[in-house]
């Protein structure tokens, strides 16, 4: 099963609001990667944060980390057409042992509307 | 660069065949990951190599599906014999460390008719 939940599952806005998106957790982690996935291509990494980090900038997006909620925020401001994608949070768990892979969400479909 | 390259991008075969999709990582990368994308079960890792040697296969659902590196810059996902329920989006994604950042290719399309 995913650790990443990600919600909502789909969201519709109009351009120039803000998109905001959520992922939660069950574990502890190192860090938290949030990814983009434009219709019928691959998935592009968008930004990652650390344990130790609270709030991450890159351009229009805002990512926070909660670590003692075990949640995360992505906030898309300004929002247009072109950021309608889905939305994918990947998790690094610690203390995973040998099971050394990413853990995936599901993913939030954002829509912006013209 | 050119990134992460997989081919064919479509492919359509019949219940039955063997189908074999081809992943070029990105020189440099150590680890190879191999994916699966449903809408029910969103994305699921099959295998990931490092340094050519697979690590973990846990993900691969059957003894139908088969994945080699033969080498640094050539990876295989193999599905023999192909089911209708194989039909989802492949990926396959490169990087420097398993759980660090990871480049994806465009993937590829099987649909099992």
């Known amino acids: 099963s995913q650790q990443g939940e990600e919600d909502p599952q789909a969201l519709s806005i109009q351009e120039g609001e803000n998109a905001t998106m959520n992922c939660s957790y069950k574990t502890s982690i190192n860090n938290l990667q949030w990814y983009r996935q434009n219709s019928g291509r691959g998935l592009v990494h968008l930004i990652l944060i650390r344990s130790n980090e609270r709030e991450k900038h890159s351009g229009r997006l805002r990512v926070t980390l909660d670590t003692s909620k075990k949640s995360s925020s992505l906030l898309i401001t300004a929002s247009r057409a072109a950021d309608t994608a889905s939305y994918f949070c990947?998790?690094?768990?610690?203390?995973?042992?040998?099971?050394?892979?990413?853990?995936w969400g599901l993913g939030t479909s954002l829509a912006v509307n013209p | 660069d050119a990134g992460v390259i997989q081919s064919p991008r479509h492919e359509v075969t019949e219940m039955g065949q063997e189908v074999t999709l081809r992943c070029k990582p990105i020189?440099?990368?150590?680890?190879l990951f191999w994916y699966r994308q449903t809408m029910m079960r969103g994305l699921e890792l099959l295998i990931y190599f490092n340094n050519n040697v697979p690590i973990d296969d846990s993900g691969m659902p059957e003894d139908r599906f088969s994945a080699k590196m033969p080498n640094a810059s050539f990876s295989t996902l193999k599905i023999q014999p192909s089911e209708p329920r194989d039909s989802a989006v492949y990926f396959c994604?490169?990087?420097?460390?398993?759980?660090?950042?990871?480049?994806f290719g465009q993937g590829t399309r099987l649909t099992v008719v």
């Open positions: 990947a998790t690094d768990p610690r203390n995973a042992g040998n099971n050394r892979k990413l853990i």
């Open positions: 994604a490169s990087s420097f460390s398993p759980r660090g950042v990871a480049f």
């Open positions: 020189s440099g990368h150590d680890y």
